[in-house]
């Protein structure tokens, strides 16, 4: 058989070897590519459009991109908030209660003091603050864990948003307060735009700051992110009050969008802020978190409360349906991390 | 004292409760050399680390180095004097590619906001994989991508890449495979070439008679003697642990 091999010019071999390195690095990345969580839930998106354009023909529209647009960047901001903790191996359950107590903030500093806008504004903008620092205090100072602190939490600022207005909501909101939350510029509400600036702020915190790669650090490790000589409790309090502010900032743009401030707002956010910051990509047990994702990840839970709507499936089941498209995420998360191991990516 | 120490315990004792951890410690580290440490468990090693490291207090006692004496109230100034440690378990962020582990901590920043310089950290990181040979052929992987020896040889190069004078490897080849135990000796060796001074931990007689210079016996938290390697042999030094 030898004889008859008939071998290739020094030239060609080597262009086949090229050809060969090419293609295998090329599948290499194609393989790598896939196994990236935005890559997945850019594809569910795209098909998500594709269903609602052919079965709803009122999706399209402009009316309701930019509607759709709004209600993405707010599940975006409340996604942060939540991922902020997440990152760093803790969970904030008061997310909502934080949004509900700048609500009642604004709402009450505008409405019964008469204050500014801007003035209620700031004051809202340091409550989310102040109520992060309280959780995240608590759970560095006396070492108690983030689910227990920030369960009890969501009790304490509820009942505080209940006690403060009676179940009653503030509507003498200016009119000019509403701006931010109705309309927009370029065919996109302003809503959006702060969304972009906000997770361009959340792409240099975790690619350029020292506290971005530090929280990563403990959430990948605490303790190795320890021994190098960082203060992880100064650390997981710093997210926790990032946190409250995303929080607080979400409910400050909920007022605007709504026109008064009503206390059940922050209610349903627990599950919202979950939903999209798994399904995005962050890592529920910390040290990843990905901004591209974030944003696909609210697209999909508010296409999908969209198009259900559209649809005309009954809407009391939506939180049924959002608790499993998030075991649903974490399932397809594990299955990815798997594979990936197997694959020895 | 004499010069040719760079690191001296004098009478260290150290205590939890009623238990006697370290009675009366004497330890001496020379320049350049490698201090090979063994005992049983619960013979005191660790404790008399975690003093150097700043991670306990001694009761009693005094450290000098660099023939001053100083006071390691916590691991920060253990890292400012100079003692880095490596442990068993790695100790790296497993979320975390090479570059940002190594510097981890101490993450080199542009001025005003200062910005982390990404690239100069992977091209120092590269630099530090190449003067200690670690064959690591992609630095952006993370480390739960590098086999366990890699781990441990990234760990170590986290350890020096601030110059020590002084490295403090606490069993650092238990949680490896045979074939990468080679490797992390071979690696310590290369950080004596540097003028590293070492404390080597280990239960792993075979590995401490391969890398040091002399052997240090501790048990029940006394130190029982300190035997030059070429002037003993295993036989004695498992006597000296347990009887």
New interface residues.
């Given amino acids: 058989m030898e004889e008859y091999k008939q071998e290739l010019p020094i030239t060609e071999q080597r262009e086949a070897i090229v050809k060969t390195n090419f293609l295998k690095s090329l599948l290499n990345y194609l393989k790598g590519l896939m196994m990236r969580s935005e890559v997945g839930i850019s594809i569910a998106v795209i098909l998500l459009f594709i269903v609602f354009s052919i079965t709803s023909p009122s999706f399209l529209t402009a009316y309701n991109i930019f509607n759709v647009a709004r209600n993405v960047s707010l599940y975006v901001f409340i996604a942060i908030a939540q991922a902020l903790v997440i990152v760093g191996g803790g969970m904030n359950l008061s997310v909502g209660a934080i949004g509900g107590l700048a609500v009642v903030a604004t709402g009450y500093f505008i409405d019964t003091l008469g204050f500014p806008p801007v003035i209620a504004v700031i004051i809202a903008l340091i409550v989310g603050l102040i109520a992060g620092a309280f959780n995240g205090a608590i759970i560095t100072k006396i070492g108690l864990n983030s689910f227990v602190v920030t369960l009890s939490t969501l009790f304490v600022f509820t009942g505080i948003v209940y006690g403060i207005t009676k179940g009653y909501p503030y509507i003498n909101i200016p009119k000019a307060f509403t701006i931010i939350g109705r309309k927009g510029i370029f065919g996109l509400p302003y809503v959006f735009w702060l969304m972009v600036g906000a997770l361009g702020f959340i792409f240099?915190v975790f690619?350029?700051?020292?506290f971005g790669?530090?929280l990563?650090?403990t959430?990948?490790?605490k303790?190795?992110?320890r021994?190098?000589?960082?203060n992880v409790n100064r650390i997981i309090l710093f997210s926790h009050i990032l946190s409250g502010l995303f929080a607080a900032i979400a409910g400050v743009l909920w007022v605007s969008r709504m026109g008064s401030a009503q206390p059940e707002i922050g209610q349903d956010w627990l599950i919202i802020s979950f939903a999209v910051a798994i399904i995005g990509g962050t890592?529920l047990g910390g040290?990843?978190i990905s901004v591209l994702g974030l944003f696909i990840g609210g697209v999909i839970i508010v296409l999908i409360r969209n198009g259900l709507i559209m649809l005309g499936v009954s809407i009391y089941f939506e939180q049924t349906y959002l608790g499993f498209i998030i075991l649903l995420a974490v399932a397809v998360d594990r299955l990815r991390a798997f594979y990936y191991q197997k694959a020895g990516? | 004292m004499d010069n040719k120490y760079i690191l001296e315990m004098k009478n260290i004792d150290k205590s939890f409760g009623g238990i006697h951890a370290l009675i009366d410690v004497n330890l001496e580290l020379m320049h350049g050399e490698i201090l090979g440490m063994v005992g049983d468990n619960a013979a005191g090693k660790s404790t008399l680390m975690k003093i150097l490291t700043g991670a306990y207090r001694a009761d009693r006692g005094r450290i000098f180095f660099e023939e001053r004496e100083v006071i390691i109230t916590n691991p920060h100034v253990s890292k400012l004097l100079g003692i880095e440690m490596v442990y068993q378990d790695f100790e790296l962020c497993p979320n975390l590619d090479v570059p940002a582990n190594l510097f981890l901590g101490r993450e080199i920043t542009g001025n005003f906001i200062r910005p982390l310089r990404n690239r100069e950290m992977e091209s120092k990181a590269v630099d530090i994989l190449r003067r200690l040979k670690i064959d690591i052929k992609n630095p952006k992987l993370k480390a739960n991508r590098l086999s366990g020896g890699q781990q441990q040889a990234v760990a170590i190069g986290k350890a020096v890449s601030f110059n020590p004078k002084v490295v403090i490897m606490d069993e650092p080849t238990a949680s490896l495979a045979v074939m990468e135990i080679e490797k992390v000796l071979e690696l310590t060796l290369r950080l004596k070439e540097h003028g590293i001074s070492i404390i080597f931990i280990s239960h792993r007689l075979d590995d401490v008679f391969k890398v040091s210079d002399r052997i240090f016996i501790l048990k029940h938290g006394h130190k029982v003697s300190v035997k030059e390697k070429t002037q003993t042999n295993k036989d004695e030094i498992v006597r000296l642990m347990f009887t």
Avoid: K
């Fill in positions: 240099y690619n350029f700051s020292r790669r530090w990563l650090g959430g990948g490790s303790e190795a992110t021994v190098s000589g960082v890592a040290g990843s990516f």
